[in-house]
């Protein structure tokens, strides 16, 4: 340890895909403002760090860990707590630490689902004796050692706590940047910190406040996919009927996706004050369904409003998409023979 | 697991004000008999139903939701119970994706008048999640949740270079 004063930075990643780690690099020229304050600490995708290094660092030696990716496994879970315990500031950086992202929707299924496909059927595997990764295994040198693979993706605040939250699939540069310059103020020169458990780096108001297309009173008669439609380049996606989750999303991205004709992911995370996103989306787009004026016939209504949900063929999917793990239920229900109910 | 034969299902019934909320009001003061497993939430209408409320009361422990409005046409607050109805039916679809079976969420429409068909309705939704058993939401995100099962040692491995 060669200490020379300056602020200790960290990044590592878990359950993620690398975009959050790039992201940082993204900020261009600033990182080199970075590299001036911080002194790196740890951050495997850039720099060769070893966890003993880490485990040798007294506690709360790392002043920010920026921690990106889900909690997946029993080694993500143990990474987590070891940087919560060598870390001054711990921020869930990226929608896979925050709230789950794209590995959590994997808690739409079982974790023996998840390893038949990606160790036995997908087109590309050749196993033919059906080889599984093991959490202990037997060689001539000694027993090997893996970790447990969850049932449930987790968010990091669901395991250790966390002081900031930083939203975005990955997070936009600018935000990125807005955050450490408060960071480094804080550091370098005594200004004060949000108030611990802030979501930093985003706006408090939807997407849509940033969209610049056109809105008027949407009325949907059906729902499209993105390769179904040529959309319209001035309105509003959702009037247009394609999901849009503009409307039940964060804002702080500058409404980047409908700006290029595709509706919004969700990727910024539920609106200040909202507790579930996916039943956010759900009311909101339920409501603008529109069936026409079909009377007061039970059925008929019943049934007119079934096709129209048609055209949203993966529900969960779509309104969960980044939130899962932080969503009421959290994942799918197993029935004892290891299928999901649905299946 | 669960032990069947004690299990008393717990069902929360969103009701209206205007109709069904009276219509649950009206089968009591007519002595009108239905099973004590359902937990009775007023709303004004029932197009103040956030799906929120559903979920909740899911992995608060409920086995089964009811929810209930005016007929259609007949709504206090225009026609707020079309988009109740909307997304029910919505929800619905989401929640089978979510291990949730539909017939843990029901949809009565009931007017005020109605207090003895309400009692018939209810019992009938109590008895199929009485069939369907105890839901339990707490025990699915512990079950799969942290330290959850090992992964199953393999009779034999080779791995070949
Ligand atoms: S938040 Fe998005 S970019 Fe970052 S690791 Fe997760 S999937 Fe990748
Ligand atoms: S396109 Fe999407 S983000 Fe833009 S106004 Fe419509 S719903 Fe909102
Ligand atoms: S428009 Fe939506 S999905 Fe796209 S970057 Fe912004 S928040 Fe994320
Ligand atoms: S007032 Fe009863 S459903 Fe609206």
Redesign the pocket.
């Known amino acids: 340890m060669n200490d020379n004063g300056k602020p200790k930075l960290a990044m590592y990643w878990c359950a993620s895909c690398g975009g959050c780690e790039i992201s940082v690099l993204n900020i261009h020229e600033h990182i080199l403002d970075v590299d001036a304050v911080f002194d790196i600490v740890f951050f495997p995708c850039i720099a060769d760090f070893k966890l003993q290094d880490v485990q040798g660092y007294p506690d709360g030696y790392i002043d920010v860990c920026l921690f990106n990716g889900a909690i997946r496994n029993s080694e993500n879970e143990e990474m987590a707590h070891l940087l919560r315990k060598k870390s001054k500031i711990l921020v869930a950086y990226g929608s896979c630490s925050y709230e789950g992202c794209i590995p959590a929707l994997s808690n739409l299924t079982s974790k023996e689902a998840t390893f038949q496909t990606v160790y036995i059927d997908n087109p590309t595997i050749d196993n033919p004796d059906g080889i599984l990764p093991q959490t202990m295994t037997k060689v001539p040198e000694g027993e090997l050692e893996l970790p447990f693979f969850y049932n449930t993706v987790k968010s990091l605040d669901q395991v250790v706590e966390v002081d900031y939250y930083l939203p975005?699939?990955p997070p936009e540069p600018p935000q990125i940047w807005a955050v450490l310059e408060v960071v480094i103020a804080a550091l370098t020169q005594g200004a004060p910190l949000p108030p611990k458990g802030s979501i930093v780096g985003a706006k408090d108001v939807a997407?849509c406040e940033e969209c610049p297309r056109e809105k008027h009173e949407k009325t949907i008669a059906r729902f499209y996919r993105p390769y179904e439609i040529n959309p319209d380049p001035d309105l509003c996606l959702l009037e247009q009927g394609i999901i849009c989750?503009?409307i039940a999303?964060r804002g702080g991205?500058g409404?980047?996706?409908?700006q290029v004709g595709m509706g919004?992911?969700?990727?910024?995370g539920p609106l200040p004050g909202v507790e579930d996103q996916g039943a956010k989306m759900l009311s909101a787009i339920a409501s603008v369904i529109d069936v026409g004026d079909v009377g007061d016939d039970e059925k008929l209504l019943e049934q007119k409003i079934e096709e129209v949900i048609a055209t949203i063929p993966d529900p969960a999917g779509t309104f969960y998409r980044f939130s899962m793990a932080h969503s009421i239920l959290q994942r799918t229900r197993i029935s004892e023979n290891g299928k999901g109910d649905s299946e | 697991m669960t032990d069947q034969t004690n299990f008393e299902p717990m069902v929360v019934g969103f009701t209206c004000n205007w109709c069904s909320y009276r219509a649950a009001d009206l089968a009591g003061m007519s002595r009108i008999k239905y099973p004590p497993n359902i937990r009775l939430i007023r709303l004004m209408c029932s197009g103040r139903l956030d799906p929120t409320f559903v979920l909740k009361a899911f992995e608060g422990g409920a086995d089964g939701v009811l929810i209930s409005g005016c007929h259609p046409g007949e709504c206090h607050y225009l026609e707020q119970n079309y988009k109740m109805l909307k997304r029910f039916l919505l929800l619905r679809k989401m929640l089978i994706q979510m291990g949730i079976e539909p017939d843990r969420l029901k949809l009565l429409w009931a007017s005020a008048a109605e207090g003895a068909r309400f009692a018939e309705e209810v019992t009938k939704m109590v008895e199929t999640v009485r069939s369907l058993g105890p839901l339990n939401w707490s025990k699915v995100v512990d079950s799969n949740g942290g330290h959850a099962t090992v992964i199953p040692v393999l009779a034999k491995e080779e791995v070949t270079a």
Do not use: D, E, I
């Open positions: 975005g699939c997407v989750m503009g999303t991205c409404a980047l996706c409908p919004c992911r969700g990727c910024y």
